[in-house]
């Protein structure tokens, strides 16, 4: 097919119509469609159903911290401890516990720097001016955190080996108000991209002019591959180890996408003195989080083999949605101009990049044919797209059968936008 750009005027007037035309026949449908958030879908959820029965008898609620059931035990049971250490490539002395998601033991954590202070250093508050790098596009939730505590969002932009460290070290090994960066180095929301092993090295490696710099170290999905062959990450705990700045790195995680999403178990690694500092606040806070729970997982996934052989049963529902969407990208949008889009080895996400400027109007038009994208802007801090161009998509949630369908839609959406930002 010829490109959008090589086409005369009269041709792209005659392709608006068309596509007008197609656009309208999808209204006509009352579609009912989203490809928003990235929940898992239904039948991903069955999968742990059986979780819910490895609990009955009185003798299964001990564990070797005790009775699950009663008070105590404030990092969170050793076996769970363990179940983490080896998927986060720590030790599970390194390992804290949390409730069901990941996103709160991240939010109390810059909660806690900024009331109290990271092991002893001024608290956040007290201090004139707060920065957090954001390496884009990246994850709305993460920017929302940052946001609400008045903490000043810089851009970094992510390339294929992730953040680009050049920025990355200028900002803070010189700036004492760089107090953290977001990170998620794994299949990362919203891109796929996977940190290359320099990059964690440099991360590693830096030198923050702020003692209490801290890297968030989000590897949401460190076992989410779609593919046999998976993207590896270097351990970030044992680069940090070799330049002796493990002080400097949180890493977080949480089963919601490999068990249940709204009843999952989180967990947090970091090195002793911080998990000491961590565990002193946190004591004032609970006396533990759902033991229950995190004991319930661990007989039923068993061991980290076994995590890993129920997450092939997730890929195997999860990955035709991926390939669907490629499929029809490549058919329909390859070689038009109207476009690229990211082919992720693992987790939950597709960026497409349009043509600049036309970001906004693809989600508007979904929209307005029955089809819920993410907002437009949302991969980026205060939600501000420069060049309005980036789309997360999120395949999978809605069946097969109802992916077949946005998958057109959007094609439909994305050439419209396209032939109608050049027609201008
Ligand atoms: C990068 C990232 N981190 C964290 C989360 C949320 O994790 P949790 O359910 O553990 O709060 C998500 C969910 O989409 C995510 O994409």
Known sequence: MKSFEEMTKEELLKEKESLEQAYRDYQKRGLSLNMARGKPANNQLDLANPMMDALTSESDFSCADGDVRNYGVLAGITEAREFFAEILQCDKDEVILGGSASLTLMYDTISRSYTHGVLGETPWCKQDKLKFLCPVPGYDRHFAIT????????????????PDMDMVEKYVNNDPAVKGIWCVPK?????????????????????????????????????????????????????????????????????????????????????????????????????????????????????????????????????????????????????????????????????????????????????????????????????????????????????????EIASHLFVVCVKLATVEKLIG
């Open 147 to 162: 946001e609400h505590f008045g903490i000043e969002m810089i851009n970094i932009p992510l390339t294929e080996d992730g």
């Open 187 to 403: 299949y990362a929301n919203p891109t796929g991209v996977t940190y290359s092993d320099e990059t964690v090295k440099r991360f590693a490696a830096l030198k923050p002019a702020a003692k209490d710099f801290r890297i968030f170290w989000d590897n949401a999905y460190c076992e989410h591959h779609l593919y046999p062959e998976q993207d590896q990450l270097l351990s970030i705990m044992d680069e940090c180890k070799k330049n002796h700045t493990e002080d400097m790195v949180y890493i977080f995680a949480s089963t919601s996408k490999m068990s249940m999403a709204g009843s999952g178990i989180s967990a947090m690694a970091l090195s002793k003195r911080n998990r000491e500092d961590v565990l002193k606040q946190m004591g004032i806070q609970m006396i533990s989080y759902d033991k229950v729970n995190q004991l319930r997982h661990i007989r039923f996934f068993k061991n980290v083999e076994g995590l890993r052989n129920h997450m092939k049963e997730h890929a195997k529902i999860l990955k035709p949605k991926f390939d669907l969407l490629e499929k029809v990208f490549d058919e329909e949008l390859k070689g038009c101009g109207a476009g690229q889009w990211t082919t992720p080895h693992g987790g939950y996400f597709i960026t497409y990049t349009t043509m600049d400027g036309c970001a906004k109007r693809v989600i508007e038009l979904c929209k307005e044919a029955g089809m819920v994208m993410t907002g437009a802007g949302a991969p980026f801090p205060y939600k501000k797209d420069e060049h309005d161009s980036t789309i997360r998509i999120a395949p999978s949630l809605p069946p097969i059968e109802e992916l």
